[in-house]
């Protein structure tokens, strides 16, 4: 119960940060993040005081599955992590690899311009995370 209490405080931080780098950027489509992160950092302190091992287990298992793909593209995008990131990204049009790491929470849900490529990510450290919780149920 221990870990995930310590995974809880983690992705409280995390979305404590998104809710401010959200709020402090330049575009003006930061309603949705904010709003998400926000929800978020209620829901957690919820479940952190009140949750039982099997709500909370299912809560981070929906949080990290959520932020485990990235899709750009020209009519949808959807980038959403709470903490740290490292994505392992795939162009659609040709095999190119190529890695991003984000740093701390990240949002952008706004399309990639015409003639940008589009992108299929996988966030590793997300993936890394959903296993050691799957792990770490039983014990």
């Not at 740290?84 to 990204?89: I, T």
């Given at each position: 119960?221990?870990?995930?209490?310590?995974?809880?405080?983690?992705?409280?931080?995390?979305?404590i940060i998104g809710v401010v780098s959200a709020s402090s950027s330049n575009g003006n489509n930061y309603i949705w993040p904010v709003l998400m992160y926000g929800l978020i950092s209620g829901y957690l302190i919820f479940i952190?005081?009140?949750?039982?091992?099997?709500?909370?287990?299912?809560?981070?298992?929906?949080?990290?599955?959520?932020?485990?793909?990235?899709?750009?593209?020209?009519?949808?995008?959807?980038?959403?992590?709470?903490?740290?990131?490292?994505?392992?990204?795939?162009?659609?049009?040709?095999?190119?690899?190529?890695?991003?790491?984000?740093?701390?929470?990240?949002?952008?849900?706004?399309?990639?311009?015409?003639?940008?490529?589009?992108?299929?990510?996988?966030?590793?450290?997300?993936?890394?995370?959903?296993?050691?919780?799957?792990?770490?149920?039983?014990?």
């Amino acid at each position: 119960m221990r870990f995930f209490k310590a995974v809880l405080i983690y992705l409280f931080v995390g979305s404590i940060i998104g809710v401010v780098s959200a709020s402090s950027s330049n575009g003006n489509n930061y309603i949705w993040p904010v709003l998400m992160y926000g929800l978020i950092s209620g829901y957690l302190i919820f479940i952190y005081f009140r949750g039982t091992r099997r709500l909370i287990f299912g809560s981070l298992l929906v949080l990290f599955l959520i932020q485990l793909i990235s899709i750009e593209t020209e009519s949808f995008s959807y980038l959403f992590t709470i903490g740290l990131s490292f994505f392992n990204n795939f162009k659609m049009d040709g095999f190119s690899v190529r890695s991003t790491v984000l740093g701390l929470s990240h949002s952008d849900f706004s399309p990639v311009q015409v003639g940008e490529p589009e992108i299929i990510g996988v966030n590793l450290l997300a993936f890394v995370f959903l296993l050691l919780i799957i792990v770490n149920r039983k014990k």
